[in-house]
């Protein structure tokens, strides 16, 4: 499996879920899409691409089971987000609910609406262990009819690798004109529930990470009822046409990652479920592993089609996120291995990844040279 790939044989990539990795056959698609433009760049922009971008942009919405007129590319799952926030013209007294899994640069986003609008933004805490019912009561409670407008919460967080229950929230939200949008950005390659299923009023997920695709390539989904005004962050040529136009046409933007995208999705499918609950059970394996070494026994279970783990650190070690990234960086230094360190409320959680190119002695090897360097 390590040969689909073109990473560096000589560290363990554990850490797939940050930047995800090309396969060699999408690296070759979406140089093939380059060479094409660079053939004839009026051709490609002025009358061929678009419609490689629909069909490219129509089978990766066949994959994820969402509605094909819903969905647009964007960069990532930050870039719709901005779209989002656009879109609710949020502003001052206006309530923003998200949790404290947010992804930092979400939280950066509202900051900037707090400041320039005066948008109130209320953090609810969920514990790692709380359950889908006590998530969906504490949102629940959080929402001030009239106030609150907007609910942002993670399909799979990223500090914390913990799987939220987004039907079951959209459910308990529905008739409170409280607009819901999933930051799905794991999603994509490593979950099976079809994106329309989840009643969200907003969903974007990243094909860069679990979807083998180019990075710089996500699916906007936004339900019907939306979709005549949606605003782009980045008003360009596309913004006189519409829903999903007016999200992705913006002038010479290199697209090749959107039109190879469905070259990553093909080999997901050609290795199948198996190949996903491998991950599943080897990264579980691999948190045991590592938490054994460091002497943690009480280890968060995200779930069985999760394939990410955290580990929390002893107390005191990478509280911080200076902290977090020094001790990221000395893992991959000393023990030639990559992880993802989040300090999440005061706690340094060490992230795993499972893919199909890792193997069991990879962890067992973090195993071994963890305790020491800590």
């Known amino acids: 499996m390590r040969e689909l790939f073109s990473m560096d044989p000589g560290v363990a990539h554990l850490n797939h879920g940050s930047f995800g990795a090309v ?42 089971g969402a509605d094909r ?16 926030l656009n879109t609710m013209a949020l502003g001052e007294g206006d309530e923003v609910i998200v949790t404290d899994h947010l992804y930092n640069a979400v939280g950066v986003a509202l900051d900037e609406l707090r400041r320039q609008r005066g948008v109130i933004v209320t953090t609810v805490a969920i514990g790692l262990d709380a359950t889908d019912a006590e998530i969906v009561a504490a949102l629940v409670s959080a929402v001030r009819p009239g106030r609150t407008k907007l609910m942002i919460i993670d399909h799979i967080a990223s500090a914390t690798a913990k799987l939220f ?17 999933a930051d799905a950005a794991h999603s994509p390659g490593m979950l099976s529930t079809p994106v329309t299923s989840l009643g969200a009023d907003f969903w974007v997920g990243n ?6 695709a180019p990075r710089g390539t996500a699916l906007l ?54 190949s996903r609950d491998r991950n599943v059970r080897l990264v579980a394996e691999g948190q045991r592993v590592v938490a054994e070494a ?33 001790l990221l960086g000395r893992i991959a230094r000393e023990l030639h291995t990559e992880v993802n360190i989040a300090a999440w409320n005061g706690t340094g959680l060490l992230r795993l990844c499972g893919q199909i190119y890792n ?5 067992a090897a973090l195993a071994a040279g963890l305790p020491k360097l800590l």
């Open 359 to 363: 193997t069991p002695d990879e962890y």
């Open 69 to 84: 007129e819903g969905c647009a590319f964007v960069a990532n799952a930050t870039s719709g987000t901005a779209i989002v």
């Open 207 to 212: 094909l860069h990470k679990w979807g083998y």
């Open 221 to 274: 989904h936004v339900a019907p009822q939306w979709r005549d005004r949606v605003t782009p962050a980045v008003p360009s040529r596309g913004a006189v046409l519409g829903f999903p136009a007016s999200a992705e046409q913006q002038g010479t933007r290199d697209v090749s990652g959107w039109i190879a995208a469905p070259a990553g999705t093909e080999l997901l499918t050609e290795l199948g479920a198996a």
């Open 165 to 181: 229950p987004i039907t079951a929230i959209a459910a308990a939200l529905a008739g409170s004109g409280v607009a819901l949008h």
């Open 294 to 326: 460091l002497g943690v026994t009480h280890l968060p279970d995200p779930g069985p089609e999760v394939s990410m783990r955290v580990v929390p650190l002893p107390p005191g070690t990478a509280s911080t996120r200076a902290d977090a990234n020094e």
């Open 23 to 64: 396969p060699l056959r999408v690296q070759r698609e979406q140089q093939r899409v380059r060479d094409l433009v660079e053939w004839n760049p009026m051709a490609f922009y002025d009358r061929d691409g678009e419609a490689l971008v629909v069909d490219a942009r129509d089978r990766l919405a066949d994959f994820l």
